[in-house]
């Protein structure tokens, strides 16, 4: 069940400054959301400003319940009521809309999916980073309309002889269960490198306890009597 909700100030309590819909029953999660984005934001919106200078000010940003236990469709409904109502008794609201135009179900266009695209080229994720999105997507389950897509974006496409054994050669490891020590490739026994490969934590341990052990050796002086 969706709820309509409203962002108030405790320095102007008495002054609505937005509204908004929530998928959810309260507007926790979404407050928490809108604080996180105007931190984090290149190009804030009024919005954010607005929040950031309450947060600069050392004041605090709740949010209300207006209606709730409503259909998504309903949200939307009393959402374009509401910023009309609060905007005819004056109230400074930093809405951008006249409401209704929910996230939920929004398709992106292609073009802004060009610019999205064009903006992370290039960027680099660390290594603990990729194994997480790595672990995340394990075992997850492919739609029809994303394998169909995949394989669209692959069919014409005539890999180098270099590529195909390297590919050979990650498959083959991949079968693998169990490092050569015998450790499992369990979730936590494996750090996956940013090239894809993988190594036992056990067996990094282990080494790197030999290693000190020999430091240790070398600095030691024996006396014979």
């Known amino acids: 069940m969706a709820c309509v909700y409203a962002l108030i100030s405790l320095l102007e309590s008495d002054k609505i400054r937005y509204v908004g819909i929530s998928k959810y029953e309260t507007p926790d999660k979404r407050l928490k959301q809108h604080i996180s984005k105007a931190r984090k934001n290149k190009r804030?919106?009024?919005?954010?400003?607005?929040?950031?200078?309450?947060?600069?000010?050392?004041?605090?940003?709740?949010?209300?319940?207006?209606?709730?236990?409503?259909?998504?469709?309903?949200a939307k409904e009393r959402e374009i009521f509401y910023i009309a109502h609060y905007r005819s008794l004056g109230h400074a609201l930093t809405n951008l809309t006249d409401g209704g135009d929910g996230a939920l179900g929004f398709v992106r266009s292609a073009e802004s999916n060009i610019k999205t695209s064009v903006t992370m080229l290039g960027r680099k994720y660390s290594s603990e980073r990729c194994a997480n999105i790595s672990a995340s997507r394990l075992g997850k389950p492919l739609s029809v309309e994303h394998k169909k897509s995949l394989s669209d974006a692959g069919l014409g496409y005539v890999r180098s002889l270099q590529h195909q054994v390297r590919l050979n050669?990650?498959?083959?490891?991949?079968?693998?269960?169990?490092?050569?020590?015998g450790h499992p490739y369990s979730l936590e026994n494996t750090h996956i490198k940013p090239n894809g490969s993988r190594d036992c934590r056990e067996c990094k341990k282990l080494d790197s306890r030999v290693r000190r052990a020999r430091k240790k050796a070398v600095g030691l002086t024996y006396v014979t009597v």
């Open 169 to 181: 050669a990650a498959n083959h490891q991949l079968k693998k269960t169990q490092c050569p020590q």
């Open 44 to 74: 804030p919106s009024y919005k954010d400003n607005w929040i950031n200078s309450i947060s600069n000010d050392g004041g605090e940003i709740i949010a209300i319940i207006l209606e709730t236990n409503l259909s998504w469709e309903e």
